[in-house]
Structure formats: C-alpha cells, structure tokens
C-alpha cells in the first residue's frame, strides 16, 4: 500500500539552527512526493515537490531530495527562522487511477523556533 | 492567491446530533473538493473525493451514510456528520482543486475541529 512515515515532534530548535524532518514513504507505483506547511491559524500550503527519483524540491530555503533507493524524502534547511514555526506534512500522491488527485500524509510534525 | 474557507472552525455538539461542515472555495472554481480527517497524533487521512454534480467516492472503511458529502455547486462541499458520537471527535480538513491530476494545486481549508459530547 502507501503511506508516509515522519519523524515525530515536536521539534525545538534555536534561530539559526540546522533543520531536518525525516520521511519515508512505501509506495505501490511512482509516486509525487511533497511538503506541506500549516502556519498556526492557515490552512495547509504546499511547501515543496518532487516529481521523479533524485529530484530535488526547494522553496524559502528548504530541500529535500526524492531518494528512491532510501524510499525518502527528508526536509531540510541550514538556518531556521522564527517564523519557519510551523506544522510540515510530508505526503506523497499519483497522477492516474483511481489514486487520482489524492493525497497520503504523514503525521505532521511541530517545529517551534525560538530566537 | 486561491482561497479556501471553512466553517465552522470549531464545533461542540451533543452525541445523537447532525453536524455540517462547509467547504467554499472563494475566487476558484473547485471541480474536485478533499475531506480529510485527522486525529491526535496521527496522519491526515482521506475520507472521500468529490466531484461537482456526481456522487462522492469514499475511501475504504468510511461510511457513506455517516459522512455525507454534497458538492451541488463548483465552489461549495459540505460534509454532514449524522449522528454523531463522541468517537466522531476529530479535525476535519477540505481542499479544492481547478485541475484533474495532483499537479493542479491544491488548496486547503483551515479545519474544523467537531467535538462531540
């Protein structure tokens, strides 16, 4: 089947501080993989994707990089910030089938940063 | 950007009672809504996709009768929590989509945290 598997938080870190969240993912075909942020009070935002194997997604100053052989799809980031405090999902979906358009999350995990 | 909102955010509601929820997309059109489901600690789980017009297609284990899903116009899905128990305490999230596959944004309400007493 598929599903996602992250690291469990809450996550606390210092401003500046180096930051991975884990995720791993079984998966059926070739999946898309992504991450998603919910900022406190907002709704879910796409943070970063990847499409095929080695890719690798970036966006505000995240990564993360489609490991087929390692089945992972770890975010990270060099320096945090503040305002990065937030909740990541990490989820993985197809493009055909029956699985079109739908979407496998993860747990979530918090990250709270603190000057 | 496209903006998805939902209410309530949060709901208190008796065991036996009806609870709906609503899904408006505000400046798209969403061919496709998302209800997802989520309990403490655990993942986002998909409940059912629905399509404007037609019938919503539920995930394995989800009851239809339970969770009834309308999506009568392309910016607005409800979902309807019949009879609701305590076991039925969770966040429920939507999204919406313009597009057919993944690759077409999604966008996400807020959730609605349902408490049932």
């Known amino acids: 089947g598929n599903s996602v598997t992250q690291m469990e938080g809450p996550v606390t870190l210092s401003e500046e501080a180096f930051l991975t969240i884990n995720c791993t993912y079984t998966?059926?075909?070739?999946?898309?993989l992504f991450w998603y942020v919910q900022y406190p009070g907002e709704g879910l935002q796409l943070l970063l994707k990847a499409t095929k194997a080695d890719d690798k997604g970036s966006n505000k100053g995240f990564e993360a990089t489609y490991r087929k052989e390692t089945t992972s799809f770890h975010l990270e980031k060099g320096s945090v910030q503040v305002s990065d405090s937030a909740v990541y999902f990490c989820?993985?979906?197809?493009?055909?089938?029956?699985?079109?358009?739908?979407?496998?999350f993860g747990r979530g995990t918090q990250l709270t940063v603190w000057p | 950007g496209a903006v998805v909102s939902q209410h309530p955010s949060w709901v208190i509601c008796k065991s036996g009672t009806s609870v709906k929820i609503e899904c408006r997309s505000l400046d798209f059109q969403a061919t496709t809504m998302f209800w997802y489901r989520q309990f403490p600690k655990q993942s986002l789980m998909l409940m059912a996709t629905?399509?404007?017009?037609?019938?919503?297609?539920?995930e394995q284990g989800v009851e239809k009768d339970k969770f009834l899903i309308n999506h009568a116009s392309l910016t607005l899905s409800t979902l309807t929590v019949t009879s609701a128990h305590p076991e039925d305490s969770s966040f429920y999230i939507c999204s919406a989509t313009t597009g057919a596959t993944y690759n077409s944004p999604l966008h996400f309400g807020n959730g609605t945290r349902l408490t049932v007493t």
């Open positions: 998966a059926t075909g070739y999946p898309s």
């Open positions: 989820a993985l979906g197809y493009d055909r089938g029956s699985t079109l358009g739908r979407l496998y």
């Open positions: 629905s399509n404007e017009g037609s019938k919503a297609t539920y």
